[in-house]
């Protein structure tokens, strides 16, 4: 009689955890262990089961780089930033803004057929990946190595960078990690437009005064899709203040206040003085130093 | 007897389990994505969005901000396929706090079943994506999710 009480409960809690593993499969979302590894929080999110209302959908470093290059952006030797051990980087907030940083010297590099220094800026991306754990991403599809038996070849640079887009953005957000995408974005924002700025101080072209004008019509989706990632990311506060402060510089210049107009007309190009842009690019060019020097 | 409670509790633990996978959104993210850069060719991939949708009691509006540039050309694609219902996806100019907003497109005059769109948007500043979700008063706790991708030219 006791062995068949005994073999009842055992066969009820075997029933028992059968259904629950049954009911548990399929609800876990990938986790890669690494990205938690950190002393910040940038990589170590708790998941959460909020719904936000509102959310944002960045463009990507290639497209800004590409934006610029259609401008007639050249290529000046020496304004991208220099290599820097990704190790050197303290904390995973200052790493994913360099990889955006590097991210965004990449593109400027490949669209502008600097094989070397595209080579170079590819393999520091990768290494600062497997710095935040997220190394992988390069490995699918052969990634890493379809570009480097692509170089040279502009156009198949520009479309495995965008590919690495791609298989990075839903690696972030398979482990739930949309905030990265938000840091590393700012991060190459902030460097494409102190490699424009600087081209513009030397010729001083048109084309390219009006799209550093318009990169700033983004600069506040930027800083509203990290505010809504603060919660999960209280570090980010910093980068918050310094993007919000370029922003009200800009939106109290004169070209911009006494023209509100220009920010919504789809036909007319806004265009700033070269004071008013050099005042962006001093405010612009400290944010980028004190990224880079992490 | 015995042979009657195994049977009922049995029962019991499939009914848990597979009510519990239905309620949890089955969302292949690798499948979807590749379905939606088929549809972005000749487009450049720029960004990508997956939207968790859980049915509430109550209507949803999900809107997400879509920066873009003067000039460029974009294509919008979405796969809600991973849906249990229909959402309906419309693209406005302005977001959902604005007055003068526009309606440049809307999913709701697609044909049932129809869960791909591909929209190619005209010149404009900004792009606002709104997901109207209905209500659910099933108790199902129904979801599933939205991929929305960008490309340009």
């Not at chain 1, 995973?92 to 803004?97: E, F, R, T």
């Not at chain 1, 990889?99 to 991306?125: F, P, W």
Request: net charge neutral; proline share 3%; glycine share 6%.
């Amino acid at each position: 009689m006791l062995v068949n009480k005994k073999s009842f409960v055992l066969k009820s809690a075997m029933l028992i955890a059968t259904g629950m593993l049954l009911a548990s499969c399929g609800s876990e979302t990938p986790k890669d262990d690494n990205l938690s590894a950190g002393t910040d929080t940038t990589a170590a999110p708790e998941p959460t089961a909020e719904v936000e209302d509102v959310s944002y959908s960045l463009p990507s470093p290639l497209q800004i780089a590409s934006i610029f290059k259609k401008s007639g952006l050249k290529y000046k030797d020496g304004i991208t930033s220099t290599l820097k051990d990704p190790s050197k980087y303290g904390t995973n907030l200052s790493k994913a803004l360099n990889l955006g940083v590097y991210s965004a010297d990449l593109s400027y590099t490949v669209l502008n057929k600097q094989n070397q220094e595209a080579m170079n800026y590819m393999k520091l991306c990768r290494q600062m990946a497997d710095n935040l754990g997220m190394g992988s991403v390069f490995d699918q599809g052969n990634l890493s190595k379809r570009f480097e038996k692509n170089i040279g070849n502009e156009d198949s640079l520009a479309y495995i960078i965008a590919e690495l887009q791609m298989v990075t953005d839903m690696y972030l957000d398979e482990n739930d990690q949309q905030q990265v995408t938000s840091i590393v974005f700012a991060g190459a924002w902030v460097e494409s437009m102190y490699v424009g700025s600087k081209v513009y101080e030397k010729g001083k072209d048109k084309s390219l005064n009006s799209k550093l004008a318009e990169q700033m019509t983004i600069l506040g989706s930027i800083v509203n899709a990290l505010k809504a990632q603060e919660k999960k990311d209280p570090a980010i506060g910093g980068l918050i203040a310094d993007l919000q402060g370029v922003k009200d510089i800009y939106d109290s210049l004169p070209s911009v206040k006494d023209h509100p107009e220009a920010n919504e007309d789809t036909e007319k190009e806004m265009s700033l003085t070269d004071d008013e842009v050099s005042t962006l690019t001093t405010k612009i060019e400290a944010i980028r130093t004190k990224i880079i020097n992490g | 007897m015995k042979k009657l409670f195994y049977t009922g509790l049995l029962g019991l633990i499939f009914v848990y389990g597979f009510t519990t996978i239905q309620t949890t959104d089955n969302c292949d993210k690798k499948t979807l994505t590749a379905s939606c850069k088929k549809k972005m060719e000749p487009f450049k991939y720029d960004s990508q969005k997956f939207t968790k949708v859980t049915f509430q009691k109550k209507t949803q509006q999900l809107e997400i901000e879509v920066p873009v540039f003067i000039g460029e050309k974009y294509r919008l694609v979405f796969n809600t396929s991973s849906l249990p219902k229909p959402v309906q996806v419309n693209v406005y100019t302005k977001d959902k706090e604005s007055k003068k907003r526009e309606a440049i497109y809307s999913s709701k005059d697609l044909k049932a079943g129809e869960n791909e769109i591909v929209f190619d948007a005209p010149r404009v500043r900004k792009l606002y994506v709104d997901y109207d979700v209905p209500a659910d008063s099933t108790n199902q706790k129904l979801s599933g999710c939205v991929v929305f991708m960008v490309g340009y030219k």
